[in-house]
């Protein structure tokens, strides 16, 4: 059975000191979680929180470490502390326990999965933390979070994207897969899909098959957008080479003559110096 099927409480370990009895702690002495793994959340559905727990109060506990007498730090439960304090409460239930630092990132992690509450990148930050900090394997992750190795693999994959193809990710507007249709992409045409995928509304299968060609396809358009006198020159000069032959500009650019083999390079020279 996955970590994930056994639920948080089995996950963390309690010492013979350590007892189950539910606390009443001042926020203020709760420290948020450095490990937390969800960067950005839905601030409607933060306040419907709030606004439950000033109806019906706190049903379930969050969980924290102690870090000093008085002072605490969060392990999971970081939505609800959040609107506890939106809704006016001073103090909350709180169960102690007993974690390490890998282990808080762990407990976050598996506590926002759960919870279906973290947008795709946050959760490939959160496997790149534990990677990096941690010394963590793809296969080890795999085994933390209930995925399969792949699954992992896939995930950080989508950090390889550029910023702003990321945001879009987090704020939903576009889904995990098609990310990772856009990572099919050559990675300077990327952000350019992404927007075209936005644009024309492609679920992801369309998104996926057009990726296939996407590259081609702008190539193409791009050659139709060139000027009929510069492709007329470049023509002529391939003629007169024998080779690919591309003029970029008009009053400044630059002239490229492509080669494929010293023998054609030397062709080239030829004709270069007889026309000196």
């Known amino acids: 059975m996955s970590k994930l099927g056994k639920g948080l409480e089995a996950l963390i370990k309690v010492s013979e000191e350590e007892n189950r009895e539910v606390n009443l ?9 450095p490990y937390q793994p969800r ?21 379930q506990p969050v969980i924290v470490r102690r870090i000093s007498n008085d002072r605490y730090e969060l392990i999971t439960g970081q939505r609800r502390l959040t609107a506890a304090q939106l809704a006016g409460f001073e103090k909350v239930p709180v169960i102690i326990r007993s974690a390490k630092d890998a282990e808080m990132l762990e407990l976050s992690i598996i506590e926002n999965i759960q919870r279906e509450d973290l947008n795709p990148i946050d959760e490939a930050l959160a496997y790149e933390r534990l990677a990096s900090e941690f010394k963590l394997t793809h296969n080890r992750i795999a ?7 792949v699954a992992v693999t896939n995930m950080l994959r989508l950090l390889k994207l550029p910023s702003k193809v990321l945001d879009m990710i987090k704020t939903d507007v576009l889904s995990a897969g098609h990310a990772r249709a856009i990572l099919q992409v050559e990675p300077k045409l990327q952000l350019e899909f992404a927007n075209y995928i936005i644009k024309n509304k492609l679920p992801v299968h369309s998104a996926e098959d057009k990726a296939k060609t996407f590259g081609r396809m702008k190539k193409k358009l791009r050659e139709i957008k060139k000027d009929v006198n510069i492709l007329a020159v470049e023509n002529g000069l391939s003629k007169i080479f024998g080779a690919k032959v591309k003029l970029t500009g008009c009053k400044k650019g630059k002239l490229e003559i492509y080669f494929y083999s010293e023998e054609e390079l030397n062709k080239i020279i030829n004709i270069i110096s007889k026309a000196q």
């Open 25 to 33: 702690i001042d926020i203020k002495n709760i420290k948020f979680n």
């Open 39 to 59: 960067k950005t959340g839905n601030k409607q559905k933060l306040q419907e929180l709030a606004d439950s727990i000033s109806e019906n109060g706190i049903i």
């Open 143 to 149: 085994e933390i979070v209930g995925k399969s190795r």
